[in-house]
Every structure is written in C-alpha cells, then in structure tokens.
C-alpha cells in the first residue's frame, strides 16, 4: 500500500480505507486533517475525493471491511475480465492506465459499492455554505486571512482593537481596517472572541450558515467545514444569532444568547437549539477552554500571578520583569476586555510609563515597577 504522501490521483485517496472511514464516520484517528494542512498541495485531491464520496452518498449500514473490499476486489476481477473479452487493442489498453480513465474507474467501483448501502448517513451538503463561498460572496476589498496550521492557538488582533483566539486547524478573514457601519469576519473552524466595544458599529461572525452579531461582548464559535454542527458559546454579554440567508432587517426571529448559554445549529435540518444551561450538554460543557472557565475579576493580586493567568488563558507567552513587579498588587476587572485592552489596564495601572508590545502569541512588558 502507497503511503499517502506519494498519493497522485483521486483514486489512491478513495481506495484508502482510513480515508473512506473517515470521510464517513467523521472519526480522524489516522490523523488525516492534520495531514492535509501539512500537504496543502494534497488539499485540492482531498477536497475531491470527498466530494465524489459525498455525490454519492457511500455509507457502510451494517458492512464489515472485508465485505467493502471484496466488493472493490470482485468489481475490479470483472472490469479485468471484460477487457480480456473484447481484446482490446494496444491502444486502449494503454487508455486504460491513464489517469482520467481510471478515475472513472475509480468512480464505477464506489458506484457499485452504493448498491450495499443506504443514502441518508452523509450531512445533506446542497444546504451548506462553505468559507471561501461566504467570503467571495461578500464586498470588501483586501480581506487579510490567518491561517493556523500550529498546534497552538494563535492570537489576531483586528483593527478595532478587539481580539481573536484561533484555534489549530482553523482560520479567519478580516478587512485590515473596519469601514462602514459594519464590523464583518469570516471563520472556518473555531475560534474564541473577545469585541472592543461599539453600539455604532456592530460585529459580525460568518461561520457557515449562520451569522453571529454583537457590539461588545466576548463569546466562542465552533465551526469547522467537516462538522454537522455550528456551536456558539457566550461568555460575557449578549449576542443575537440568526441565518447567513437572513437578513437582520427581515422580520424572521433571531436567537439571543445571553451569558453561559449556548447554541447548537444543525448544517442537515437547518435547526436551531438553544441551550440555556451548558453545563447539561455534555459536548458542550466537555469542550470549555481555559479562557472560557478563568476568571479575570482580580482583588488585591500581584501583577505577576494575573499575568500568568492570562498565559493560561490565553495560551501565549509573557515577559515581565520580574524583580520590578515583585511587589505590585492590583485590583481590576479585566472580564468584558479583548487581549489589548487588558494589558492597557495593567501597564496603566502600574504606572511609571509601563507599556507592552505584541508580536504574534508573545507579549513584552517593560516597566520600572509600580507607583
């Protein structure tokens, strides 16, 4: 068997078992999502792939693996047979080992092997909407895009000075300078929000099919392109949820959510569910970050022990001086704040010109002590 780096064709991929299983079961034990960011010149061949499983709509219902590849093995024994038959030319036998022709080939097989299975275990993808879709659909000009392809979260801070936790294997597009009366992002993936506060402009997130609005507030969405469900999670504030179809000037209800509550949208039945008290759901309670469970209400504390809370939270690194803050104790609420707002609050409040400088996840405070 190939290793999948010196996969080609559409057909090494749908021939793979631990590829099919995961296109159906959706369970990455082979670690092929991670692979595929680590390829993305394979990505386009994967993309593919899925989507002829999913025209298709070849689930297993009940078949074990030796049943699936026997009905591969038969299919082939009886492409084989047919070509010896007719004795094909020379020429068409050399058609044969071309790539487009055995793609099709390729296609045959997983068409015969539809007969063993039944329609309904793939996600109806004719109703999703997918990242790139929404961000070529909207107008803005010169859209930035982070990419993380880490194995840490990665932190973007966006031009209203609001700030965003990306997690691994997602990614987001974001105009270099808000303009209009609108705030507008678009995510693939998750990712935790932290907005800088205003009622004038509001905040959008377009993640799939829904649109997540706010003013100020600090909340997570969960929403990769392979995933049946969109989640949004509220820490702080007030969000209204609604369609991406849907237009907020419709008179079609919008979803608000308030603190600890959550919503669940399923991309199949385009169903909403509001979940008003998380810690009932199971994957939605199993799933909190540290930023979404740490407190950031502080009461005569030393700067350093805040500091390394938001290291915690925040998954970034911070270098203080250390023997100049030994001493420095504050006593702030830093919870409805983005990332650079937070450190503003500190080095103002430490005083003696105090100031911090961002690059990427690290962060440097350079300070004389406190007042």
Not at 98 to 105: D, E, G, H, L, R
Not at 131 to 159: A, C, M, R, W
Not at 315 to 334: G, M, Y
Request: charged share 25%.
């Amino acid at each position: 068997m190939k290793k999948r780096e010196q996969y080609r064709e559409i057909e090494d991929f749908l021939a793979d078992e631990s590829f099919r299983m995961w296109m159906k079961s959706k369970n990455d034990t082979d670690g092929w999502e991670e692979w595929t960011l680590e390829h993305p010149k394979r990505a386009k061949l994967v993309e593919e792939a899925r989507l002829w499983l999913l025209a298709m709509k070849v689930p297993e219902q009940n078949l074990s693996q030796e049943q699936v590849d026997a009905a591969l093995q038969n299919t082939w024994m009886k492409i084989e047979e047919k070509e010896h038959e007719n004795k094909l030319e020379p020429k068409l036998i050399q058609l044969w080992n071309t790539a487009w022709f055995s793609k099709i080939a390729a296609i045959l097989v997983l068409g015969l092997l539809s007969f063993y299975a039944y329609t309904n275990y793939f996600v109806d993808q004719a109703n999703y909407s997918s990242y790139d879709e929404i961000v070529s659909n909207h107008d803005e000009d010169g859209l930035l895009e982070q990419i993380n392809n880490s194995n840490k979260p990665q932190i973007v801070t966006l031009s209203d000075g609001s700030s965003v936790l990306l997690q691994p294997k997602s990614k987001l597009s974001y105009p270099k300078i808000f303009k209009g009366n609108e705030r507008n992002v678009y995510l693939s993936g998750e990712a935790f929000f932290e907005i800088s506060k205003n009622p004038k402009k509001p905040f959008f997130v377009h993640a799939n099919e829904i649109v997540t609005k706010v003013v100020g507030t600090s909340f997570r969405i969960k929403a990769y392109a392979n995933q049946s469900d969109v989640e949004v999670l509220v820490r702080t504030g007030k969000v209204k949820v609604n369609s991406e179809k849907t237009s907020y000037n419709s008179n079609q209800k919008e979803i608000v959510l308030l603190p600890n509550q959550a919503l669940r949208f399923g991309r199949k039945n385009q169903t909403f569910d509001k979940i008003t008290d998380i810690t009932a759901d199971k994957s939605i309670s199993n799933s909190v970050r540290s930023i979404e469970q740490l407190s950031f209400e502080f009461t005569d504390i030393p700067v350093a022990q805040i500091l390394k809370t938001m290291e915690q939270a925040y998954s970034i690194e911070i270098d203080f001086p250390e023997q100049e803050l030994l001493k420095c104790h504050l006593t702030t609420s830093l919870s409805d704040q983005p990332l650079p707002e937070k450190l503003k609050i500190i080095c103002k409040s430490i005083g003696n010109n105090s100031s911090y400088t961002m690059n990427g996840n690290q962060i440097t405070i350079l300070s004389k002590g406190c007042n």
